[in-house]
């Protein structure tokens, strides 16, 4: 049976160990996502958004680990599973995209070669047949005379249609989820641009649900349905994409929106968050965002819990935006 609610993360707490002693990368996460949904997850370098996708992805190499919490995939809690069976959901029904094609093609073997050998290691089909999902795989992202660029080497392409090649291969077994981490962030604005309409498209199509992660709130903006915003390992705010855009709720989603470039007036410089992300090991007391927050209090001494505002919006902060006079 195949649930609406595809992914449900409570409480997800992943640790690393340190000579002095855990440090949490990522804390007290909550998360859904429903089938076909786009959901972007935003923050700066370093707020724990690339560990939050490998663990969800089982990917959490040790000595860092899921502490915490609980991840269930339609329906069923794969927290603890085995590397065995991670491995019948990799690839498969939860695909990962990674920031950088080259780390996930390997160098030495032809393109072709490598999407049918990911074909082929879950489904029983013969090469041929393998060949061919591959074909319409490779145009369905753009890339033109598939045959010809099956038998080319990663090397051989510039760094979008490496891109391209890894999004189709996350596509091939036509997966309930994929989990983008910064896909485009290395590519120029007008190929950065095709892939965003390309990856919209394919979503929409096809009914795959979508976790884009990146530290740029206007790439996001572009795709999501919804938002979650990080900060310091934990969610600050999420809830619908036009409305935070329109009315953010915390002080940091209003600080992230404010430094896009295309919020700054012409000819002036940009608008930026003071300070910088704490270190995960010395966190401050209470609110994490308070040192670089200009509405902070002795009141966010004390961590606000992440606390519904409506039922499609939630808010880590004592003081909301909005309730502000």
């Known amino acids: 049976m195949k649930h609406t609610k595809l992914l449900s993360i409570q409480g997800l707490r992943t640790e690393f160990p340190t000579p002095d002693g855990p440090l949490a990368a990522v804390s007290g996460v ?122 080319a080497y990663p090397h051989q392409f510039s760094g979008g249609m490496r891109q391209r090649v890894v999004i189709a291969t996350a596509l091939l077994n036509e997966p309930d989820l994929i989990i983008a981490d910064e896909p485009t962030t290395a590519l120029d604005v007008t190929v950065q641009a095709q892939i965003l309409r390309d990856m919209r498209r ?17 790439v996001v903006a572009q795709s999501a349905h919804r938002l979650a915003v990080m900060y310091a390992g934990r969610i600050v705010e999420q809830g619908v994409t036009e409305v935070m855009l329109k009315s953010p709720s915390h002080p940091y989603t209003a600080g992230l929106l404010a430094s896009m470039p295309a919020h700054a007036p012409r000819g002036q410089r940009l608008i930026s968050i003071p300070g910088g992300l704490p270190q995960l090991s010395n966190l401050p007391k209470g609110c994490s965002f308070a040192p670089r927050c200009a509405h ?30």
């Open 202 to 218: 394919l979503c929409r199509d096809s009914g795959t649900a979508l976790i884009w992660v990146s530290h740029d709130l206007g």
């Open 30 to 151: 909550d998360l859904e996502v429903t089938r076909g949904d786009v959901l972007g997850i935003v923050g700066e370098s370093g707020s724990g958004k690339t560990v939050l996708g490998l663990s969800i992805m089982g990917l959490v190499d040790r000595p860092g680990r899921v502490t915490a919490g609980r991840i269930a995939f339609d329906g069923t809690d794969v927290t603890n599973y085995s590397e065995a069976q991670w491995q019948g959901l990799r690839g498969n029904r939860i695909a990962m995209i990674f920031q950088d094609p080259t780390t996930s093609l390997n160098p030495v073997q032809r393109i072709g070669v490598q999407m049918i050998e990911a074909i082929q290691a879950h489904r029983d089909v013969s090469t041929d047949a393998a060949r061919q999902t591959v074909r319409e795989a490779m145009v369905r992202v753009g890339i033109n005379s598939p045959d010809e660029r099956l038998e």
């Open 296 to 325: 902070a209090t002795t009141a966010c001494d004390v961590l606000p819990e992440l606390s519904p505002t409506s039922p499609d919006h939630a808010v880590r902060c004592v003081s909301p935006l909005q309730e502000r006079g």
